[in-house]
């Protein structure tokens, strides 16, 4: 019975206080054994109840992970509850550094500048916010668009909030290009017709008239107008391959040799500037614009060449992810680098740093990639210079 044998009863009758003795100790066996078995049963529910917690909350959680928005949970105090997989790879943080802390700990400029202004927006009542931000993740450029909404409990009370993110970097480039496009093929358009009328009649000009007035004004003004007609031509030759007049050319080729071709016009000539090239073995075959895609990569690697100024290493990596079935590119060079902020810029028609850059190189490249469903981004190169990956998708 010491063992807690609480079923033990004394069979044992007499009418003396022995007897009440034995019945009022048989009721309290009976009370204790039953006070048991409804700790029991209620233990039981408890783990039960537990076990669906569980449940749910991991259900909540699986659904987080899932998702491609970035959702960031922090209580009314500030402290990061919880963070998914999407958030952790858009921000390129570590869940581990940041859970549990409060935000004004972990955040740091450009980042504490919109949570401090979320804080005041919140503390003036609002309780949904909207905000667009860039911000620069491990030296890559992103625009971000983040969904602000304060929790509230049964009682309305404020429990905290949860910040929704989406990555709209590739979205925000494509509609500019997009624009560019429109804006490039117009003026393609409008400037190319006139100019070959004015070249002819230039021409036609010193042919008919240059011996009979024979003065050397006549002929170097007739010249320069034929010169700087042709100039204009090739900026306009430029635009109209940004705007790609002619339709894409697509066949089944094999991305490695546009490469291998890329990097022979460059073999001469370049005494200290190292062209390297590095493939997977499982590269499958791509269906891609064989001519197009030689200008971007010619685009590029001259971008390279220029930044390493006569001397460093180009290399142009491809390799071959099997399971997303995307193949990577990547052109790393070891020049002067990009910075953070030339990188917001980088793809835009018309940016350039240097003297006589049209900066419409990338824009080409862009459309380039674009067209064949890929995306490019720019990263810096470890430990420097600069990095294009272009990522395009293998269709079987
Ligand atoms: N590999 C690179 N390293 C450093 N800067 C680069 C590189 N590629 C491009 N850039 C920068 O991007 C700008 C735009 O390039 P691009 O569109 O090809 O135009 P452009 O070459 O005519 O300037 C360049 O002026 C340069 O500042
Ligand atoms: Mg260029």
């Known amino acids: 019975m010491t063992d807690g044998d609480l079923n033990y009863q004394i069979d044992f009758e007499t009418d003396d206080e022995i007897g009440t003795l034995i019945k009022s100790f048989n009721s309290m066996t009976k009370e204790l054994a039953t006070g ?18 569980e449940k749910s909350r991991q259900y909540i959680e699986i659904v987080l992970k899932n998702i491609s928005a970035g959702v960031i949970s922090i209580d009314n105090k500030g402290t990061i509850m919880t963070i998914n997989k999407a958030a952790e790879s858009m921000l390129d943080i570590n869940s581990r ?7 004004k700990d972990v955040l740091k400029n450009d980042y504490l500048k919109i949570a401090n202004k979320i804080n005041t927006q919140v503390a003036q009542g609002q309780e949904t916010l909207k905000i667009p931000l860039s911000a620069t993740v491990s030296g890559a450029p992103k625009h971000f668009f983040l969904n602000f ?27 500019r290009v997009a624009a560019w496009r429109e804006v490039a093929r117009r003026i393609a358009h409008e400037v190319k017709n006139p100019l070959t009328p004015i070249k002819l009649s230039a ?9 009979e007035i024979n003065d050397d004004v006549f002929t170097s003004c007739a010249d320069t107008i034929v010169e700087h007609v042709d100039l204009i031509k090739n900026l306009v030759n430029q635009f109209a391959a940004f705007a790609k007049f002619p339709d894409a050319n697509v066949t089944q080729c094999r991305i490695e040799n546009i490469v291998l071709e890329t990097i022979a016009l460059y073999r001469e000539g370049l005494e200290n500037v190292d062209i390297k090239s590095r493939f997977a073995e499982n590269i499958p075959m791509l269906k891609l614009d064989q001519q197009h895609m030689k200008q971007a990569f010619i685009n590029l690697v001259d971008n390279a060449v220029y930044a390493v100024n006569k001397k460093g290493t180009i290399l142009i990596d491809i390799s071959y992810d099997e399971i997303l079935k995307i193949v990577r590119i990547e052109i790393a060079d070891t020049g002067k680098g990009i910075s953070d902020k030339e990188k917001t810029k980088l793809f835009e028609p018309y940016f350039s740093t240097k003297k006589s850059g049209m900066g419409l190189g990338l824009a ?3 459309s380039i990639i674009s067209d064949h469903n890929g995306v490019i981004r720019v990263q810096d190169n470890k430990p420097e210079g600069a990095k294009f990956i272009i990522e395009l998708p293998a269709y079987s």
């Open 149 to 175: 909404n304060t929790l509230k409990n049964d009682q309305d009370k404020n429990v905290g909030a949860v910040l929704v993110f989406d990555d709209v970097t590739e979205l925000e480039k494509a509609q």
């Open 36 to 53: 048991r078995e409804q700790i029991a049963l209620s233990g039981e529910m408890l783990k039960q109840q537990n076990a669906e917690l």
């Open 97 to 103: 550094d940041i859970l549990n802390h409060n935000f």
């Open 364 to 366: 080409i490249v862009h």
């Open 203 to 211: 021409q036609r000009l010193k042919r008919k008239y240059g011996k």
